[in-house]
């Protein structure tokens, strides 16, 4: 079970919203004093804290004596509280679901003028094979030149390219991959793909990803590399190189 404070986080309170929510739990009515020594928060922020939280509903105030108190609201106020959030979340996503076709018209604009993009990390390896998968459409193909998963492939990148070749078969789009000698392809990727093998020769950390007019130059390695190339000359140039290759290798 996870941690109570890793639980507030999550839905969204700072952690000083975390230290002052749980405090008053544990002290009931209070008035700042108390609840800023035993949250560790200081006077002077407690104050801003505890509106944050009377704003999200989960803490009231009330005045006795002509002194200030806070209460904890019940807990199941969280779960109002989530509720509420989440129907925020859905409201802002159908916003930027109508605003999506002039974001991406804005989006492809610059793209054109963009023509080379340098990428690192693993994280930003799976956003380009997602971006390529989002561009693609039913029929349309990619092709791989030299495929393989660095040095050695791990559960992640077979968790991975198991789930991205799932998604693919689902939408119709086709592979074809040009794989080194060494590597031998993740179940998915064989069942779905059309696959050959370059000659030995070939044995390197790179690979060239081609589709529509980008060509992703990967270069794998403890922090992999992604050239992102979008040109129609350049791709074109590669698309040839691939199917001169293709002929010439081995299923």
């Known amino acids: 079970m996870k941690n109570i404070q890793v639980i507030l986080r ?3 309170l700072s952690e000083g919203e975390q230290q002052v929510y749980l405090s008053l739990l544990k002290l009931g009515e209070s008035t700042s004093g108390p609840i800023a020594q035993n949250s560790g928060i200081s006077a002077s922020k407690v104050y801003q804290v505890l509106n944050r939280l009377i704003g999200k509903g989960l803490v009231s105030e009330f005045d006795r004596g002509g002194v200030k108190h806070f209460s904890p609201m019940n807990p199941s106020t969280l779960l109002d509280y989530l509720n509420e959030k989440e129907s925020r979340i859905n409201k802002l996503q159908a916003e930027i679901h109508n605003l999506l076709p002039n974001l991406t018209q804005l989006y492809n604009d610059k ?3 963009t ?3 340098l990428m690192r990390g693993r994280q930003s390896l799976w956003n380009a094979w997602r971006a390529m998968l989002s561009e693609l459409k039913k029929g349309d193909e990619y092709r791989i030149i030299g495929a393989t998963y660095g040095e050695s492939g791990n559960e992640e990148e077979t968790s991975f390219f198991t789930e991205f070749h799932k ?3 689902k939408k119709g789009v086709k592979a074809r991959m040009l794989f ?10 064989a ?3 059309k696959i050959k093998y370059l000659p030995l020769s070939f044995q390197n950390p790179l690979q060239i990803n081609l589709y529509k007019d980008v060509s992703n130059i ?6 992999p590399m992604i050239f992102k ?3 129609k000359q350049v791709t074109e140039g590669f698309n040839q190189y691939f199917e001169a290759l293709w002929k010439e290798s081995e299923k």
């Open 180 to 189: 080194q000698q060494s590597v031998k392809p993740i179940p998915m990727t």
């Open 218 to 223: 990967v270069i794998w390695g403890p922090e």
């Open 191 to 193: 069942k779905t793909a």
């Open 10 to 12: 999550e839905i969204g």
């Open 167 to 169: 998604k693919r078969v």
């Open 111 to 113: 793209a054109q003028e």
């Open 115 to 117: 023509q080379v993009e």
């Open 229 to 231: 190339i979008r040109s």
